[in-house]
């Protein structure tokens, strides 16, 4: 009579091992179930679920071969009933978790593990995403687990919103995502300039130039943290801009700081296929300067009128606010023919809120404390490049 068994095996990893224990059970006539694997400093653990005949006599050939190979093996009988209620566990559902940090320590694991064991969430896969070596980087250290979970009756958003509290409490960022078709497949991504690509805000810069810069931050601040109408707070800070030369704009594009990863980030989305979009309430000056420089494939931002080489203190045609730029993301997926579910928005203001509720995946990037609240996903401690592994690339795909 068949049963079935589950054997794990392990011990040092060593070249070979899949093949022999593979071997052992072609030789028996197992059926292959399930089988997973893995290697952690050279500890492997291989397991296999599979379907036997003879279960005693395949038990003791694995048993031989393990002592041979220098390595362990424990092997359990599964009932009908157990194997029944593993397949109906397919059905669960799944999400990816993933947190990320320059170091994580075992106090932020604990707490992080112990939000999935309080909502009776298990782990069913983690992995390491950051390179080996990263962690103990002396000039940019970084960390990345991400953990495939699954439940029965899980609260998706009372779960993103425990962890996003927990992390801001436990100075980690995390993320979380459904495990769905899209998750792989993402083919849009757009980002804010000002403070997200870039680090400044230009119209700062360009208000510095012009005598006027105090008036003019305070208004940005207030702005960018929600507490003022954007396109009335624009006008305000546009009209304090009149007069200043047209000179100046070629200055501050010269001297844009990139955000860090922001380089490493377009060449890997460049590479991979992503289609790349600049949705910004500053200005298309800088963002044609980056988009010569990054490859992005659209740019939209407001267009500086300049009359006689002085600023005019106006902008030529419709204010690119909030609601602006997620009908701009709509509009760009559509003319890709690429689904809403495809697409990733990046912002730090709140007038990047309307872009990053309809995304796929919404991502307030070192972001104030009201947008942090009300996106989707946080990144508050790493580079712009932390995106990468939200899409579950490794470093080691990449560098």
Avoid at 57 to 67: F, G, T
Avoid at 128 to 140: F, G, I, Q, V, Y
Avoid at 209 to 216: F, I, K, P
Avoid at 335 to 350: K, L, R, S, W, Y
Wanted: with cysteine; net charge negative.
């Amino acid at each position: 009579m068949a049963e079935t068994l589950l054997i794990t095996i392990y011990g040092n990893d060593q070249p070979g091992l899949t093949s022999r224990f593979a071997t052992i059970l072609a030789e028996h006539g197992a059926v292959l179930l399930d089988i997973g694997q893995a290697v952690i400093h050279n500890g492997l653990t291989l397991g296999f679920m599979v379907r036997v005949e003879d279960a005693v006599a395949s038990e003791q050939a694995i048993q031989h071969a393990a002592w041979d190979a220098g390595v362990s093996a424990r092997i359990s009988r599964i009932s009908d009933k157990l194997y029944a209620e593993w397949i109906a566990r397919q059905h669960k559902q799944r999400f990816i978790v993933t947190l990320l940090a320059p170091h994580i320590s075992g106090a932020q694991l604990a707490a992080v593990t112990n939000v999935f064991a309080a909502q009776n969430l298990n782990i069913d896969i983690m992995e390491r995403l950051s390179s080996r070596d990263a962690a103990a980087s002396k000039t940019e250290p970084r960390m990345c687990i991400e953990f495939t979970i699954s439940g029965d009756t899980a609260d998706a958003p009372a779960l993103r919103r425990t962890l996003l509290t927990l992390a801001d409490e436990s100075d980690f960022d995390i993320a979380v995502q459904a495990d769905s078709i899209f998750r792989r497949n993402r083919r849009l991504v757009v980002f804010d300039m000002d403070s997200t690509l870039i680090q400044m805000e230009v119209i700062d810069e360009l208000a510095r130039r012009a005598g006027v810069y105090d008036q003019v931050a305070a208004i940005t601040a207030s702005a960018m943290r929600g507490e003022v109408d954007f396109e009335g707070s624009f006008r305000r800070r546009m009209a304090l801009l009149k007069g200043l030369s047209a000179s100046a704009l070629e200055d501050v594009a010269a001297n844009l700081p990139l955000t860090q990863g922001t380089a490493r980030l377009m060449k890997t989305l460049k590479t991979l296929g992503y289609k790349t979009a600049i949705l910004s309430g500053g200005f298309n000056y800088f963002a044609s300067k980056l988009q010569t420089d990054l490859g992005f494939d659209y740019i939209h931002a407001n267009e500086l009128n300049v009359r006689d080489g002085m600023l005019t203190g106006e902008v030529h045609g419709q204010i690119v606010h909030g609601q602006r730029k997620a009908e701009l993301l709509r509009e760009i997926a559509q003319q890709e023919g690429i689904a809403m579910d495809q697409t990733i928005a990046v912002g730090d203001g709140a007038n990047d809120l309307p872009m990053l509720s309809i995304a796929g995946i919404g991502v307030a990037f070192h972001a104030k404390p009201l947008v942090r609240q009300k996106a989707q996903h946080s990144i508050s401690r790493m580079g712009l490049d932390a995106l990468l592994y939200l899409l579950g690339i490794r470093d080691r795909h990449v560098d």
